[in-house]
């Protein structure tokens, strides 16, 4: 018999395995970005032609390889960064596979450099394996040619120029946030694309994003015996449906983990809307015993030990973050071009009052201090430091001391439906109904845990018929109904008593109210990312129990919505559907508009 098994030579062996970790242009810069970083250097720059199909070329300033490793290179399973499954376990490099010089070299023409400090000379191999010496700066230099020549194959898969370019810019982005401490530039094309120099955290987003997007960033901070987190979270209003920056940066590493995406929506709750998501950049570092890298060839997703307590470590300190800070929205006035009409600034009149706030408005005692809320990233920074250094154990630090609230004054009621205030430096309206319906969802809540709910005893009990269906959905939801107030009893297959309500709710139409609310239960538009009857309930309750927009308060009642509104501190933002219950226009938006600053 004709024997027909056969080992693969080395060269095909190569080429397959280049199927898994180099799929295109990007990934090459991937493996030579982790390699320079591995290699502790403090300046990597990039040169890319052809959106990498034709050129990828990195520099660094690295440790360097030495002359006599040359010969090992570019083969199978060859690596200087582990030596046995223990160091597998404990590697903080981000390579360690000895994969990724094998396949690169064998897909395209390449030639790797070297020049260690302690060496005399640089050295040079390139894909044929022809080693020589060569005059270079200390560091590294990797180019890779005409990727995938040999195989056109694989080239056909790769997508236009563009695209491609696109796809190593993500990239690249993803590990200049992954290491800003690193100085990094990039070119495309002999085009300078950036050039980021070495930076903290917070500077490592400004540069990419930008400093408005930046100044809209909450600092998020945990330091427990098994995680570090530290980050920062966009405010509510930063969250979108599309191409949201959500980033996880996991030992150094940029990793998928829809898991913990997930924690960090959670965490906003009812502060964005169900199909919004929020914006994030938070750095993790946990022990490499703890989580397995090694689940994916490109090492883009992986397998954590205490996956559940990562999450809750996440979700708290994001919610941590997010409840210390004033989250009002601004409204955003855009900048109008009056200078046809007016030359410079009017002068104020000679009779004006240096101090424009009548008397007659006591927004509360002088100690009152701005919230510090707008600090800068910077300042953050610098003080989280400091606070580092201590130690800190299983503690939210986000933003230590409480911030004051600005206490609001009411001057009108626009359209029965607004409420005009003033605050201590903004104009502040508040929509009455997403207000008081997030105060009756809280309290409900609250109550709910308690188990002692306020309830207001209807003089004459009355009695509603209702369908088998919707007395169906009554018993569902009675326990909870109970727990926040309800006094209803199920009286027969279509027919139910209510003794008493909410002590909290508006007196309307009881008959109309509860139909309504069996209904809002039964078909739930609303919250479909609930799955918690108790909080559909809760939910409903409190919107069809609210003041009603549309409906005409007192100053009484308005100054009570406003009280109520600061007992909940945090969480008087939004209502319970993601939607503002109050925006701002700051005094110094009303001076720009009317030309009295710049
Ligand atoms: P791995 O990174 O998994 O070890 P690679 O094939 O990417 O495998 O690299 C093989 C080896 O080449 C590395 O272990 C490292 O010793 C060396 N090396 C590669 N790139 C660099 C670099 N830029 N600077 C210093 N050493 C490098
Ligand atoms: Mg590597």
């Given amino acids: 018999m004709t024997k027909t098994i056969h080992k693969l030579p080395n060269d095909l062996i190569n080429k397959i395995a280049a199927g898994e970790v180099v799929e295109r242009p990007s990934s090459i810069v991937k493996e030579l970005l982790e390699n320079s970083i591995d290699a502790?250097?403090?300046?990597?720059?990039?040169?890319?032609e052809n959106g990498?199909?034709?050129?990828?070329?990195?520099?660094d300033n690295g440790k360097g390889v030495h002359q006599d490793d040359f010969p090992q290179l570019f083969e199978r399973h060859a690596t200087s960064k582990i030596s046995s499954l223990q160091e597998l376990e404990q590697n903080l490099h981000l390579g360690f596979r000895g994969e990724a010089l094998a396949s690169i070299s064998s897909v395209s023409h390449t030639i790797f450099a070297s020049f260690p400090k302690d060496a005399k000379s640089g050295t040079q191999i390139d894909s044929s394996g022809e080693i020589k010496p060569v005059s270079m700066p200390h560091g590294t230099q990797v180019e890779i040619n005409d990727?995938?020549?040999?195989?056109?194959?694989?080239?056909?898969?790769?997508k236009t120029e563009n695209t491609e370019y696109k796809k190593c810019l993500q990239l690249i982005e993803q590990y200049c946030l992954a290491h800003p401490e690193v100085h990094f530039s990039l070119s495309h094309n002999q085009k300078v694309i950036f050039d980021y120099s070495s930076t903290d955290k917070a500077g490592r987003i400004r540069q990419i994003f930008g400093s408005e997007f930046s100044e809209k960033l909450l600092p998020v901070f945990f330091q427990g015996n098994e995680v570090f987190i530290e980050g920062f979270v966009g405010k509510p209003e930063l969250a979108k449906q599309k191409s949201p920056h959500q980033f996880f940066l996991i030992n150094g590493r940029p990793i998928k983990t829809p898991a913990f995406n997930?924690?960090?929506?959670?965490?906003?709750?009812?502060?964005?809307?169900?199909?919004?998501?929020?914006?994030?950049f938070l750095w993790i570092n946990i022990n490499p015993e703890d989580v397995d890298m090694n689940v994916h060839p490109r090492k883009i997703e992986a397998r954590f030990h205490y996956e559940g307590v990562l999450f809750r470590h996440i979700l708290r300190s994001v919610k941590h973050a997010l409840e210390k800070t004033d989250l009002t929205k601004q409204i955003e006035i855009p900048k109008q071009n009056y200078n046809s009409f007016i030359s410079k600034?009017?002068?104020?009149?000679?009779?004006?009052?240096?101090?424009?706030?009548?008397?007659?408005f006591n927004l509360g005692p002088s100690s009152y201090k701005p919230s510090n809320s707008k600090k800068s990233l910077t300042n953050y920074f610098q003080e989280n430091h400091q606070r580092n250094t201590?130690?800190?154990n299983n503690s939210y630090?986000?933003?230590p001391e409480p911030q004051s609230k600005p206490k609001l004054y009411p001057l009108a009621q626009i359209e029965n439906s607004y409420i005009l205030c003033q605050g201590e430096s903004s104009l502040v309206i508040i929509d009455q109904h997403a207000a008081h319906e997030r105060i009756l969802y809280e309290q409900f809540k609250a109550e709910a845990l308690s188990q002692s709910p306020k309830s207001q005893k209807l003089l004459t009990p009355i009695q509603i018929q209702l369908t088998p269906k919707e007395t169906k959905t009554l018993e569902e939801a009675q326990e909870t109904l109970t727990k926040i107030g309800f006094d209803i009893t199920i009286l027969g297959q279509d027919s139910i008593g209510i003794q008493g309500l909410p002590a909290k709710f508006t007196k309307t139409n009881l008959e109309e109210l509860i139909k309504d609310l069996l209904d809002d239960i039964q078909n739930n538009d609303s919250f479909q990312n609930l799955s918690d009857l108790e909080d559909i309930v809760i939910n409903y309750a409190a919107c069809r129990g609210a003041i009603k927009f549309g409906q005409p308060l007192t100053r009484d009642e308005m100054i009570a919505l406003i009280q109520e509104m600061e007992k909940i501190e945090h969480k008087q933002y939004s209502c319970p559907h993601g939607r503002p219950s109050k925006v701002e226009i700051t005094f110094k938006q009303l001076e720009k508009q009317f030309k009295r600053i710049k």
């Fill in 40 to 48: 502790g250097s403090t300046e990597v720059n990039i040169e890319l």
């Fill in 52 to 59: 990498g199909i034709q050129l990828i070329k990195i520099i």
């Fill in 147 to 158: 990727l995938f020549y040999n195989v056109p194959a694989r080239k056909k898969y790769l």
């Fill in 262 to 280: 997930y924690a960090v929506k959670q965490a906003f709750g009812s502060l964005i809307f169900p199909q919004e998501k929020p914006q994030f």
């Fill in 345 to 360: 600034p009017a002068p104020s009149p000679s009779f004006s009052s240096p101090n424009p706030a009548p008397q007659s």
């Fill in 390 to 392: 201590q130690t800190l």
């Fill in 397 to 399: 630090t986000s933003n």
